[in-house]
């Protein structure tokens, strides 16, 4: 069954701004969401789009939740849903009248399945962090001491064993990094801290 989107404009723009509250978000997480290594790599990819926001776009808290909230719902329906992956997730946003701009980067956060091209910096960033941050935890796994101590030589190293954690797309990975403008190494070192702290 295809996911094509077939469409490319999500949301209303008279919403941009409206968010859901932490509350509602977290309920919608976990209401959704009940496998914990899925569960686990969402938060991962949401602590990853709020420190990027912070760190590297100098954004303020609010827009630094825009970003969170986009990372922490970006595979909400994966879960009970395979075969409305994303068109679910986008319609119940849609109909929580959610910022426009949130909609459209969990559209876009797979654009060989979804038929939607990562434009905005919130959409490149998103489809960037995804399958590498999965990639790493894949890593940490596998290490005696997890996170700790690793660095990245390591992670490219595993990146080119096509055999490791092979369903993460390294054409994906390569193409991301090319959109964002940021070196694959660049983008690795600053995973790895973050996600040490996420559990």
Same mark, same amino acid.
């Given at each position: ?8 404009? &999500? ?5 941009? =701004?409206?968010?859901?509250?932490? #509350?509602?978000?977290?309920?919608? &997480?976990?209401?959704? $969401?009940?496998?914990?290594?899925? #569960?686990?790599?969402m938060k991962q990819v949401a602590a990853l789009m709020k420190a990027w926001a912070a ?6 808290? @609010? ?16 879960? #009970? ?25 969990? @559209?876009?956060? =797979?654009? /060989?399945?979804?038929? $939607? ?14 399958? /590498?941050?999965?990639?790493?935890? @894949? ?15 390591? $992670? ?10 092979a369903n993460v797309s390294r054409e994906d990975i390569t193409d991301a990094c090319t959109?964002? =403008? ?12 973050i996600q040490t702290g996420v559990n």
């Amino acid at each position: 069954m295809s996911l094509l989107l077939n469409r490319n404009t &999500f949301g209303n723009r008279t919403n941009a =701004g409206n968010v859901l509250t932490k #509350q509602e978000a977290e309920t919608l &997480f976990t209401e959704w $969401v009940l496998n914990p290594r899925l #569960q686990l790599h969402m938060k991962q990819v949401a602590a990853l789009m709020k420190a990027w926001a912070a760190a590297k776009e100098n954004l303020n808290d @609010a827009d630094q939740w825009r970003w969170e909230t986009a990372g922490l719902l970006h595979d909400a329906d994966w879960d #009970q849903w395979p075969d409305l992956h994303c068109k679910k997730i986008i319609e119940e946003l849609e109909k929580r009248n959610v910022d426009p701009e949130i909609i459209r980067a969990i @559209a876009s956060h =797979g654009h /060989l399945y979804f038929g $939607v091209e990562p434009e905005t910096k919130m959409d490149k960033m998103l489809y960037a962090f995804d399958e /590498l941050s999965g990639l790493v935890h @894949a890593y940490s796994l596998m290490r005696p001491n997890g996170y700790e101590g690793m660095d990245v030589k390591g $992670v490219k190293k595993r990146l080119k064993e096509k055999s490791f954690a092979a369903n993460v797309s390294r054409e994906d990975i390569t193409d991301a990094c090319t959109r964002a =403008g940021i070196a694959l190494e660049d983008l690795i070192s600053f995973i790895i801290p973050i996600q040490t702290g996420v559990n």
